[in-house]
Each structure stands twice: as C-alpha cells, then as structure tokens.
C-alpha cells in the first residue's frame, strides 16, 4: 500500500508502476476537488460581501488585483492541503477524501 504524506509530497517513485498511477490519478482527484471547494469557498465569501456593502467587495477584489493570488494550478498538493485546512477544519478534510474515494 501507499503513504497519503507521499501523495501529498508528491512522491511516487520507490512504489511498483502500478501503485504510482494510482497515486498520480488519486493525486489529481485530491487536487481538483480541493481546488473546487476553495474556489467555491471564495465566491461565496465574496458573494456574501457584495450583499453586505459595496465597499468590503471592492476591497476584497482589490487585494486579489494588487497582491496577486498564485494559482491553484502551480501549488503543490501539500499546499492546497494546508489551504484548506486553514480555511476548513479536519472534519471537512475527512470528507473531501471520502468523497474522492467515492470517485475512484
């Protein structure tokens, strides 16, 4: 069997061919629905936002335009992880990898 810290640290080799691309595919699942959720997350604060006052929805858009954001994309697994958790609790955790699981 595989190590969930080696997923994460993205590290396949040392395991047969076949673990690694079931490793690489259940990598892929994680990140897309991580990302998935973070995003959602995002919109939906800013959503909130726009409800409560212009001014705090064009604050928010206005430190994503002047700081950046770093894509999701380029961020390893271990970060998206850790995004998440700051944002999400363990609880959730769990149950994005239970629903990844479902997918497989």
Known sequence: MFKIEDIMAERFEGYPEEIQE?????NEKL???????LIQDRADMM?????KSNETFINMLSEIL???????????TRSLVNIYLD????????????KVNSLL
């Open 22 to 26: 079931f490793m690489k595919f259940y």
């Open 31 to 37: 990140r897309e629905a991580i990302k998935e959720e």
């Open 47 to 51: 959503l909130k936002d726009i409800d």
């Open 66 to 76: 002047e700081n950046g954001c770093k894509g999701f994309n380029k961020m390893s």
């Open 87 to 98: 944002k999400k609790d363990e609880g959730a955790f769990m149950a994005l990898l239970e």
